[in-house]
């Protein structure tokens, strides 16, 4: 048997093919000499998810509270904060659920501007399950609680955000919040928060 292999050299380069398409390699012949082009995977998209919206109750305090632990609990004890913005009658509460099982929520405060005698809105916390950002839910809770603010009479929506949280500050600039301001040690663990609004 010769060094080329049982069938010559040109056997022994469709076997060496093979083993490199079977490894994820494309060769691409150029002018008789083979490369190798490692294949690029694509990320696949997650799939949105269809959810129903509905006022938050007193029985959501459990759901409210593990959430707001496991995405804010490095801004602080946002778990007791939460649960105090949930008992406020001037607070309105919103749950995202799919066939009855929560999977994020989104609270709104409304307030008086007294200097330019307008109504204003302000989210005060919205959050997803970890595992099921990204699938539209953030999204539709936002645009919720922009039209259930308007439809309260506020002209414009507040928010704060972590200014090192730069997920959330995209969420927020494509969503067509723009920055006015910001505030040093806002957070109870010291962070600097971004000041956002959103005319409506």
């Known amino acids: 048997m010769s060094i080329g292999g049982r069938f010559g050299k040109y056997g022994e380069l469709k076997r060496k093919n093979r083993l490199r398409q079977a490894r994820g390699i494309i060769n691409i012949p150029q002018k008789g000499i ?12 997650k799939k949105s998810v269809s959810i129903t919206l509905r006022k938050g109750m007193p029985k959501d ?8 632990r496991r995405v804010f609990s490095v801004f602080g004890d946002y778990a007791g904060i939460v649960l105090r913005w949930l008992d406020r009658p001037d607070v309105i509460t919103v749950i995202a659920e799919q066939h009855s099982t929560p999977l994020g929520f989104a609270m709104l405060y409304l307030r008086k501007n007294l200097i330019f005698s307008r109504n204003v809105g302000e989210l005060l916390a919205i959050a997803v399950i970890p595992e099921y950002q990204g699938r539209g839910i953030g999204r539709t809770l936002l645009a919720y609680m922009e039209s259930l603010a308007k439809k309260y009479g506020a002209t414009e929506l507040h928010l704060s955000t972590a200014e090192m949280n730069k997920v959330a500050c995209r969420f927020f600039e494509k969503a067509g919040f723009t920055p006015i301001g910001a505030r040093d040690n806002f957070y109870p663990a010291g962070q600097r928060a971004l000041e956002m609004s959103k005319g409506l």
């Open 61 to 68: 305090r459990h759901f409210v509270s593990n959430l707001s």
């Open 34 to 45: 083979q490369t190798a082009t490692p294949i690029r995977r694509q990320k696949t998209p």
